[in-house]
């Protein structure tokens, strides 16, 4: 992990701002380094987000649970798709707002963004 949940100093915008989720660094050749659902769920978005999430994936889980991936490379999902827990859904990348290659991470609670770390 690295740059976990809570306020931080934002390194893009210089500014105070709170990191919602949970960033995963590449353990090496980043381009392949596979992205996986963390729950079974259906895909809500699969788009391209470039000023801030980059490549971006949304799956909702049911239950008020959505979990999200952003700075993504390639997204092998689409809207509509039906994904399992740990089927493969997208390689890391350096997509959107970044200063590196990286996943974000996300869990939204009933509409509100908590520490995602309860959810791995």
């Known amino acids: 992990m690295s740059s ?10 210089k500014r105070i701002h709170m990191h919602a989720g949970h960033d995963f660094a ?6 392949n380094t596979e992205v996986y659902a963390t729950a079974n769920g259906t895909v809500k978005k ?8 980059g490549q971006y994936i ?4 049911g239950n008020g649970i959505i979990s999200t ?7 092998l999902v689409s ?3 039906l994904v399992s827990k740990k089927s493969k859904i997208a390689t890391i990348g350096s997509s959107g707002r970044v200063t590196g290659p990286h996943l974000h991470f996300e869990i ?6 908590i520490d995602p770390l309860q959810f791995l």
């Open 58 to 61: 949304e799956i909702d889980h």
């Open 108 to 113: 939204i609670l009933f509409g509100t963004k």
């Open 46 to 53: 699969s788009i391209n987000l470039p000023k801030t999430y």
């Open 69 to 75: 991936y952003s700075h993504l490379d390639e997204i």
């Open 79 to 81: 809207e509509g798709d």
């Open 26 to 31: 590449p353990l090496s050749d980043f381009w």
């Open 4 to 13: 976990g949940y809570g306020k931080r100093m934002h390194p893009k915008l």
